[in-house]
C-alpha cells in the first residue's frame, strides 16, 4: 500500500475516522476542537498521512534535542478486563507517569432517559433498574420514591423495611463486587473467589424475593410488588451471622498485606474541598473526611430508626476507600439484623386502586377489580403535574432522580442522577502525576459501574 | 420570600423571577443570566450549598423559554436542597456555565448540551459525551422521534 496518497482505505483507519467525526462536529457548530475533541482526534493527527508526518518529524526533534522525551499517547479500554466494563480511559505518557487522563463514556448509552418518556410510570421501573447493574433496588428506589412523591402516597410500614433491607443487602452485593473486582485488577486473585461465592448467595436470596438474579422489578409505586417468601428471613439470618466472619477472612487477606498496601496507601488523594466541588458523593467522598451520608444527614424509608454509623477516614486515598467501604459492608450487616428483628407486619403495598394493582386473587370474583387491574396494565396510572427530585444513598454515593410529569400516565422527563457519572470526573485529577499502574488501584476504588454512567 | 431567594436577590438584585414551595421541594426560578450570580450565592452565603447534586434540562416546545434548566443544590450538613430553575430561550438556547464555581458542572452540562442542544458560555470542554460526536440532533428533545416499530393497538394507550 503506498503511503502519500488518500485512497479509499484511508477512512478505514480508527484515528481517521474519529478525527473526522470530531472536526465535523465542530465545523456543525462552527467552533474549535474542544479539549476532548482534540485529545479522541488524536491531537493534531487530521489524515493517516499526517499522523506519519507528525510522528517522523517527532522522532527527528528527538534526534535533533536528545533528552528530550515525547508523550505518549495510549488507549486504556474500552475494552480493558481494568476499566470496569466499557470505560476507555486516553492517557497521556511520561514513561511511566501520566501526565494527562482523558475519559471518554458513551460506550453503553442506551437512552433510557429518553425511553423512560415512552413508556407509562409503571414501566419506567423496568428501564431504570438496568442502569446501574449493581445496585438496581437503589435505582428502583429513587424512582419509585420520586414517584410516590409526585402522586403524594404512603408507603407501609412493612413496604419501607423491606426496602431498608434490600437496599442494605444490594450494598453488600455491590461492595462484594466491588472488593473482588479491585482483588483482581490489583493480583489479589483469592479474593475475587471469595466475595463471588458470597455474592452468589446473595444473588440466590434476591431470586427468592423477586424471582430474578439481577433487573430485579421487585419495589413498585405504593410499596413492594409481593410479600417475603416464606423461609427467606431465616436465611437471610442465616446469612448475616455467617458474613462477620467472611469479612474478617477478606481482611485477613488485604488489610494488613504488605502488597495491598504498597499499591493503595498514599495513591490517588484529592483534598475534601476539590472533591465536592467535583461532585463526587459516596465512599470516596467519606474516606477524605466529610460524613455526607444522605441515610444520616436527610432519612428516607425510616433509616432514623435504625443503629448505625458512617465510617469515614481522612487520609482520602485509596486505601481510606477500601476501609471505608469494608467498614460500611459491617455496618450494613448491623442494619439488617435490625430489620430481621423488628420487621412490623402488615401490608407490603398501599392500598390505593388508581396506583396499586389489586391482589391476584380477588380478579376471580370482583368485577372492579379486573377494570382496575386492566385500566392499570393497559393505561397506567396518572401523576399529578408537578416535579420532584429525590435522593438516596447507593452504594457508590447519592443516587437521584428528577422526575416531570405532566399530569399523562407517561412521565414527562425522566433524569437519573448517577453517582458513577459525576465520580468518574475525578478519575484525571487524581491520576495526574501518579504511575501508570496508580491509575488501576484509582479507577477501581472509585468503583465506576458504567451502565450508570452512560445510562 | 425564603432566606434562599433572598440570597439570591441580595447578591444580584431582580434575579429571582418566581419562587414556591411544592411536595417540600424548594424551587426558585432565576433569570437565565443570573445564574451564575445565583449559584455563587448560595455557594458562599449563609445557605452554605456546597454540592451541585444534578443539573438537567426539560423540553417544553410549546413555552416561549422552551428548555427549563434544573439545577438542585444540597447542603451536606444539613441535607437541605433547594432547586434553581432558569429558562434557556426557544431559538439558540443558552446559559452561562457554571464550570467556574463547581468544576464538576463539567460533564452534567456536557450531558445536557449532548442531550438538549443548550449552549453553556464559558464551559472549558463543550461537546457530545454520551452519543458519537458526530451525531445528528438531540435526542432528548420532545421533536426527536424514538424510532422503533408500530406494534398492534399502539394507539390505544
Known amino acids: ?455 | 420570600m425564603s432566606d434562599v431567594a433572598a440570597q439570591i436577590e441580595a447578591a444580584s438584585p431582580g434575579a429571582v423571577v418566581l419562587e414556591w414551595e411544592d411536595l417540600g421541594e424548594l424551587t426558585v426560578e432565576v433569570r437565565g443570566d443570573r445564574i451564575v450570580e445565583a449559584c455563587r450565592a448560595l455557594r458562599d452565603g449563609p445557605s452554605q450549598y456546597l454540592l451541585l447534586s444534578d443539573i438537567t434540562c426539560a423540553d417544553f416546545p410549546d413555552e416561549p423559554g422552551r428548555f427549563r434548566m434544573a439545577y438542585h443544590l444540597v447542603n451536606i450538613a444539613t441535607g437541605a436542597r433547594a432547586r434553581l430553575r432558569a429558562w434557556a430561550g426557544a431559538s439558540d438556547p443558552a446559559v452561562e456555565s457554571v464550570t467556574s464555581i463547581w468544576p464538576g458542572a463539567n460533564w452534567m452540562e456536557r450531558e445536557v448540551y449532548d442531550q438538549f442542544g443548550v449552549h453553556f458560555h464559558g464551559h472549558p470542554d463543550l461537546c457530545r459525551i454520551l452519543n458519537p460526536l458526530d451525531w445528528e440532533g438531540h435526542p432528548l428533545r420532545r421533536d426527536y422521534p424514538i424510532g422503533g416499530e408500530e406494534v398492534q393497538f399502539t394507539d390505544a394507550v
Open chain 1, 1 to 455: 500500500m503506498t503511503m502519500g496518497t488518500a485512497g479509499p482505505r484511508s477512512g478505514n483507519f480508527p484515528i481517521a475516522a474519529e478525527s473526522r467525526e470530531a472536526r465535523e462536529a465542530a465545523a456543525r457548530d462552527g467552533r474549535a476542537l474542544t479539549p476532548t475533541e482534540r485529545i479522541i482526534a488524536g491531537v493534531e493527527a487530521r489524515t493517516p498521512e499526517e499522523a506519519i508526518e507528525r510522528t517522523l518529524t517527532n522522532e527527528m526533534l528527538a534526534d535533533a534535542r536528545p533528552g528530550v522525551r515525547q508523550p505518549m499517547l495510549i488507549n486504556l479500554g474500552p475494552n480493558h478486563p481494568s476499566t470496569h466494563g466499557v470505560l476507555r480511559l486516553i492517557v497521556e505518557l511520561d514513561g511511566e507517569v501520566v501526565r494527562e487522563v482523558t475519559p471518554v463514556i458513551g460506550y453503553l448509552h442506551t437512552g433510557i432517559e429518553k425511553q423512560c418518556e415512552n413508556k407509562t410510570w409503571w414501566q419506567g421501573i423496568t428501564l431504570v433498574t438496568r442502569m446501574d447493574y449493581l445496585a438496581p433496588f437503589a435505582n428502583i428506589k429513587a424512582y419509585t420514591m420520586s414517584v410516590e412523591r409526585l402522586l403524594q402516597m404512603e408507603v407501609p410500614a412493612r413496604a419501607q423495611w423491606i426496602r431498608v433491607l434490600l437496599a442494605e443487602m444490594n450494598r453488600l452485593a455491590s461492595h462484594l463486587v466491588w472488593l473482588g473486582t479491585s482483588g483482581l485488577e490489583l493480583g489479589a486473585m483469592s479474593v475475587f473467589f471469595y466475595c463471588y461465592r458470597e455474592r452468589d448467595e446473595m444473588l440466590d436470596l434476591f431470586e427468592m424475593v423477586s424471582g430474578e438474579r439481577m433487573n430485579h422489578r421487585y419495589f413498585q409505586v405504593g410499596g413492594c410488588s409481593d410479600d417475603l417468601p416464606p423461609g427467606f428471613i431465616e436465611r437471610v439470618r442465616a446469612f448475616t451471622e455467617e458474613m462477620p466472619a467472611r469479612i474478617d477472612d477478606y481482611e485477613a487477606l488485604l488489610t494488613g498485606n504488605p502488597i495491598w498496601k504498597d499499591r493503595m496507601v498514599g495513591i490517588g488523594v484529592l483534598p475534601a474541598e476539590q472533591l465536592l466541588a467535583l461532585g463526587v458523593t459516596g465512599p470516596t467522598l467519606r474516606a477524605a473526611g466529610v460524613p455526607y451520608d444522605l441515610r444520616k444527614v436527610a432519612p428516607y424509608s425510616g433509616y432514623q430508626h435504625f443503629e448505625f454509623d458512617v465510617p469515614t477516614a481522612t487520609e482520602g486515598d485509596c486505601y481510606a476507600r477500601y476501609l471505608v467501604r469494608v467498614r460500611e459492608m459491617r455496618e450494613s450487616l448491623r442494619i439488617i439484623r435490625q430489620v430481621l428483628d423488628g420487621m412490623p407486619e402488615g401490608p407490603v403495598i398501599a392500598d390505593d386502586r388508581k396506583v396499586v394493582l389489586p391482589p391476584r386473587e380477588e380478579l376471580a370474583y370482583s368485577m372492579e377489580a379486573l377494570i382496575h387491574h386492566f385500566k392499570l396494565v393497559s393505561e397506567g396510572f396518572t401523576v399529578p403535574a408537578g416535579e420532584a427530585y429525590v435522593a438516596i444513598e447507593s452504594p457508590r454515593g447519592e443516587m437521584g432522580c428528577y422526575a416531570v410529569s405532566d399530569g399523562g400516565p407517561r412521565p414527562y422527563r425522566i433524569h437519573m442522577r448517577d453517582p458513577s457519572f459525576v465520580n468518574l470526573q475525578a478519575t484525571a485529577p487524581l491520576c495526574k502525576g501518579g504511575y501508570l499502574a496508580d491509575l488501576i488501584a484509582i479507577v477501581a476504588t472509585l468503583d465506576p459501574v458504567m451502565g450508570g454512567v452512560d445510562r
